[in-house]
C-alpha cells in the first residue's frame, strides 16, 4: 500500500513527484532513475536554466540577421533584454541567476504540456516554502493563496542520512566529480547548513506539502541506491498510461486532416462517376 493521499485534490492522470532532502543524500541519482522507469520529466535547476538561456539566446539571435527579419520581433527583441538583465543579475550576485526568475523557470516547467501530460520528478526543489508557494500558487486566480491542484505533486519523498554518512560520500567522490563544482568538503558543510537552516521551523517544504494533505515520505537512503528505487516504486505503484503529448497530438490532428481530405477525394470522384454513368 502506499502513503495516504491528499483528499483535497484529485488524482493525477499524470505522475508529478518531487523528491528533497540534503546534499549529498542521492537526489538527482534516485530523480533520473524514476523518471526514466516512470517514463516522466525529470527538473532540475541546472538543466532548467540551460534550456531556458539556450531558448533566449536563440530568440536574440534572430535579430541578428537584419536583412531576415520575421514582420514582428516585439519577443525577440523582449527575449535579448531578458538575457541583458540575467547577466546584469549575475554581474551583481557572484555568478547567480535571481531566485524570482529561477522559481517563474521552474513553475513554467511543471506546468508545461509535457509535464502536464506525462508528469515529472522535481529535483531538489523547491527549496523554502516560500518558493513552493510561488511555484504552485496562480496570483491570478480567483484564490491567488491556493495552490493549483494539476501542479501540486502527488508523491513528496524526503531523503533522509546521518551527516557523517553524507560527508563521508563527498569525501569518497572521485576527484572528476568534484572540480568545478560545489561537491567539495567545503561546499558541502555550506549547504548542509542551509539546508538545516531552512528547515529550522515549521516554515519549510515538507509541511507546506503536509498542510494540503500530501504526506511527505521519509526515505533512509543509508541503504543502497537498488533497495531504494524498489521501495519508492512500491510506494508509487505501475507505470501510468498517459494521454498523449503535444507532439502526439498535433501529429494526430495532421493525420486526421489529411485523413478527411482524402475521404472528401474519394467523395468528390465517386460523384464524378455516378454523373459521367447518368449522362
Known sequence: RGPPRSTLFPLHDALP?????????????????????YKVHHAHIQQVITDQIAHLEASAAVLA????????????????????????????????????????????????MPCRNQGYVLDGFPKTEEQAKKMFCNPESENPDDPDPELLPEFVFVLQAPDSVLRERVINMPEAEVEGTHNTEEGFTRRLAEYKSRNADDNNVPNFFDLLEIQPINIDVTSNASRLIDEMVKLIGKPRNYGPTEEERVRMARQAEEEEATRLEVAAATKRRETELQA
Open 17 to 37: 513527484i518531487c523528491i528533497i532532502g540534503p546534499p549529498a543524500s542521492g537526489k538527482t541519482t534516485l530523480s533520473k532513475q524514476l523518471a526514466s522507469h
Open 65 to 112: 540577421n537584419e536583412d531576415n527579419l520575421p514582420d514582428d520581433t516585439t519577443q525577440n527583441e523582449e527575449d535579448k533584454a531578458q538575457l541583458e538583465l540575467i547577466q546584469t543579475e549575475k554581474a551583481e550576485n557572484s555568478g547567480k541567476i535571481a531566485e524570482d526568475r529561477l522559481v517563474s523557470w521552474m513553475g513554467l516547467k511543471v506546468s508545461s
